[in-house]
């Protein structure tokens, strides 16, 4: 079954760095666009970033542009989000979600996602 | 990337419908057809629901059904269960991102 497992969350100060990963097993990892989404505490959804299937695309939301870098390693099947330079209001759980692919076709949604990992930047 | 708007809370009592709006704008609800609703349970990851407009994958319920007109998206769900409590998020894609809605709070009376 397909699983995603985030981890290395954790409490950082303000401008310091982090790294997410996203082990991700149950499926073939590298025909996937992967994507990290965030939720603050209490409130709604963010998208963060997306790595097309073979890495040779990202793109940013303006919020961490410059300060995040979204890369993958097909070999370990696994995600990553280098977060650099953080800010309080990055605190929030951090998502890994796959692009929703049935059957051949891939559509703009997200259909697996993991149980998300908790990042708290504050001094 | 301004998030698309959501109203904060809808609540029916069982047996009944809502309907959840989604505002946009031109650059993402209005110019595209890639709109998804993704339903949250409390501590819990969110669910796919609704993919390009109006499209359930499998295993949804047939309960639950989008649309669209214009810049604003929707969805309906139908015979309110209290299952169905729980915060109810619309996406659309824009031009190489994602951009969420603000969020609803849908209380089973």
């Known amino acids: 079954q397909v699983q995603l497992e985030e981890s290395g969350g954790g409490v950082v100060q303000p401008g310091r760095s982090l790294r997410l990963s996203c082990a991700a097993s149950g499926f073939i990892f590298s025909s996937y666009d992967m994507h990290w989404v965030r939720q603050a505490p209490g409130k709604g959804l963010e998208w963060v970033a997306v790595i097309w299937y073979d890495g040779s695309n990202r793109y940013y939301a303006d919020s961490v542009k410059g300060r995040f870098t979204i890369s993958r390693d097909n070999s370990k099947n696994t995600l990553y989000l280098q977060m650099n330079s953080l800010r309080a209001e990055d605190t929030a759980v951090y998502y890994c979600?796959?692009?929703?692919?049935?059957?051949?076709?891939?559509?703009?949604?997200?259909?697996?996602w993991g149980q998300g990992t908790l990042v708290t930047v504050s001094s | 990337q301004s998030a698309l708007t959501q109203p904060a809370s809808v609540s029916e009592s069982p047996g009944q419908s809502i309907t959840i709006s989604c505002t946009g704008t031109s650059s993402d609800v209005g110019d595209f057809k890639y709109v998804s609703w993704y339903q949250q349970h409390p501590d819990k990851a969110p669910k796919l629901m609704i993919y390009d407009v109006s499209n359930r994958p499998s295993g949804v319920s047939n309960r639950f059904s989008g649309s669209k007109s214009g810049n604003t998206a929707s969805l309906t769900i139908s015979g309110l269960q209290a299952e169905d409590e729980a915060d109810y998020y619309c996406s659309s894609y824009t031009s190489s991102s994602t951009v969420f809605g603000t969020g609803t709070k849908v209380t089973v009376l």
């Open positions: 979600a796959r692009r929703y692919c049935p059957n051949g076709a891939c559509y703009n949604a997200f259909d697996y």
